[in-house]
């Protein structure tokens, strides 16, 4: 590997000293380092500049230094081109990211002599239609929520699949969820876990006021579309909770698999469950404190 891409989330703590000692080690072992023209910038290696465009192009990986939501949001800007992503974790949870930080350069050492592997994910694709016309498209990796706004009613959501009517969901809101998102708002509305090797889509209500309306998974290649009937109060829908749209009374919200894969290097030696009970049970105690 001879060009490595940073994307840095600059908010984090001790980010500029830490992505100096990365750009060292990077070139004292003849690997080139591209950074962001705006973070190179603003940490004093300018000289690394370039643009996001011109990085996820040249860069043979990107690494991406933050916590889950800048993993997302690097996501989303690499996977349509194709390029393998890491994250090295300075946030809390990290169920994205592969890296802790104690661990980076025993990590980045299995990352240049090649002892590493592809995990393909699924990722989704959002189209909000008013009135029979695209007024909006969303790529995500986690998830899309169409959920009521802080002062709003129950809002009611007609749900189909295929075509199919699923149900007439009186709720908070609808998660339609990947296998990667069933760690995130999904689990925690009461939706199931599932290992990221599959391929389908999970539909969960938010706190549904009716007693028989349950999760459900569907096939990969499944059309969902959800009707808004509400007519009062805000009604949003959120892409991996960062990119925010109102929606109308009416609109529709179609939901499928997106195109590309996101690509994500996974170092020898760790594994989905691995991961899982670690995080888990670190999320347990931080609640119990």
């Known amino acids: 590997m001879n060009t490595v891409g940073l994307m840095v989330n600059l908010k984090k703590k001790g980010v500029a000293r830490l992505v100096g ?3 060292c080690w990077l070139e004292d072992r003849g690997c080139k380092a591209l950074v962001e023209e705006a973070a190179a910038g603003a940490i004093g290696l300018a000289r690394l500049g370039t643009t996001q465009n011109s990085l996820v192009e040249q860069a043979e990986c990107v690494i991406v230094l933050g916590g889950d939501g800048t993993l997302l949001r690097a996501t989303r800007r690499v996977a349509s081109v194709g390029t393998p992503i890491i994250g090295v974790n300075l946030g809390h949870l990290g169920f994205l990211t592969e890296i802790d930080l104690p661990e980076i350069l025993p990590a980045l050492e299995k990352l240049l ?3 590493y592997l592809i ?3 699924m990722m989704l694709e959002a189209h909000v239609y008013r009135e029979g016309q695209v007024i909006k498209q969303f790529v995500g990796l986690n998830d ?6 802080a002062f709003a009613r129950l809002i009611i959501l007609e749900t189909h699949v295929n075509e199919q009517y699923v149900n007439t969901y009186p709720a908070d809101g609808l998660i339609v969820a990947s296998p990667t998102g069933s760690t995130a708002y999904s689990l925690s509305a009461g939706g199931p876990l599932v290992t990221p090797d599959l391929d389908l889509m999970l539909i969960t209500p938010i706190c549904p006021h009716t007693l028989w309306a349950r999760p459900l998974a569907v096939a990969p290649d499944s059309v969902i579309k959800v009707v808004i009937l509400s007519s009062q109060g805000e009604v949003k829908l959120t892409m991996d909770g960062q990119h925010g749209f109102r929606l109308l009374q009416h609109d529709e919200v ?3 698999r997106a195109p590309k894969k996101a690509k994500f290097i996974r170092l020898q030696g760790r594994g989905f469950f691995d991961v899982l009970r670690k995080k888990l049970k ?3 105690v931080r609640t119990c404190e």
């Open 119 to 121: 995990d393909e994910r």
């Open 254 to 256: 179609v939901l499928n």
């Open 282 to 284: 670190e999320e347990s």
């Open 113 to 115: 002599s090649g002892h």
């Open 21 to 23: 000692e990365i750009v």
């Open 144 to 149: 899309a929520v169409i959920t009521k706004g």
